[in-house]
């Protein structure tokens, strides 16, 4: 643990039990999704899956990266990962991104958009918690938003919404969050 | 429909075997088997058996995520009754 560090958190006035709580429950969710998205990336099949099937796999990749991130800020805060696996699962922030009964890719993309919403949900209620006070914290919730906002618009645009105004990632993955896996 | 007070509220905060209740604008909505109220407890910052009208307000999501549940009850004393 970072003493200092922590001291200077709760000086600050945030609770740090809570901010635990919340880092914890969504590296959770950055894990499970990463694993239920292997399933969601597998059954996107077919003429029109195949060409979303990238897009899915670098939201995946960069899930796992943002529970990769997370790690150390727990662990330097004081915080710890459970022991128990299935504890883990069940504490995530946002619900298991399951595949949908009717199995098809505007189903999936359905519950890809959702997963994808909780965690900007999740991370800009981190960012205004930190916001001035942890700069730590904040520094890499708002990289983890960053990017959860593009998987978001990304999916946001195949199901219809919307341009996402921006292109997909060129050969790299994590252009925000890399500086915190280094 | 059945009317609960902030004291009988709390009793319903979904720990120990509970039904989760949680109150919005007048309203007693059932969260138990909802994901994200496990154990009676909503993303760190909130307890099942507590009135949300005002806390909702800071939450990085709208009603709508509420008025899903079902309904169970009326809260007394609640000057904010939606559809009153």
């Known amino acids: ?182 | 429909m059945r009317k609960f007070t902030r004291e009988e509220l709390k009793e319903f905060n979904g720990k120990n075997g509970k039904p989760a209740y949680i109150a919005y604008r007048g309203k007693v909505y059932d969260v138990s088997h909802s994901f994200l109220w496990k154990g009676g407890r909503h993303q760190a910052l909130h307890e099942a058996g507590e009135d949300l009208t005002e806390g909702l307000k800071e939450a990085p999501h709208g009603e709508e995520f509420i008025l899903k549940f079902p309904v169970v009850g009326i809260l007394e004393s609640s000057t904010d009754l939606e559809g009153r």
């Open chain 1, 1 to 182: 643990m970072a003493k200092v560090a922590r001291e200077m958190v709760e000086r600050s006035g945030v609770d740090v039990e809570k901010l635990l709580e919340l880092l914890i429950k969504n590296a959770a969710a950055e894990l499970t999704t990463y694993y239920y998205y292997t399933i969601l990336r597998a059954n996107l099949i077919g003429l029109e899956g195949e060409s979303l099937k990238e897009i899915a796999e670098v939201a995946r990749i960069e899930d796992r990266n943002h529970f990769e991130a997370l790690v150390p800020r727990i662990y330097e805060l004081g915080g710890k990962l459970p022991d128990n696996m299935k504890e883990f699962h069940d504490m995530s922030a946002c619900p298991p991104a399951n595949l949908p009964e009717n199995l098809t890719v505007e189903e999936i993309l359905k519950v890809l958009v959702e997963a994808e919403r909780c965690a900007v949900r999740g991370y800009t209620q981190i960012c205004n918690m930190t916001a001035g006070k942890d700069h730590r914290t904040y520094d890499l919730a708002l990289a983890i938003l960053n990017e959860e906002i593009e998987h978001e618009s990304w999916f946001s645009e195949f199901l219809g919404e919307g341009p996402s105004g921006h292109f997909m990632r060129r050969g790299e993955t994590s252009p925000f969050v890399s500086k915190f896996l280094k």
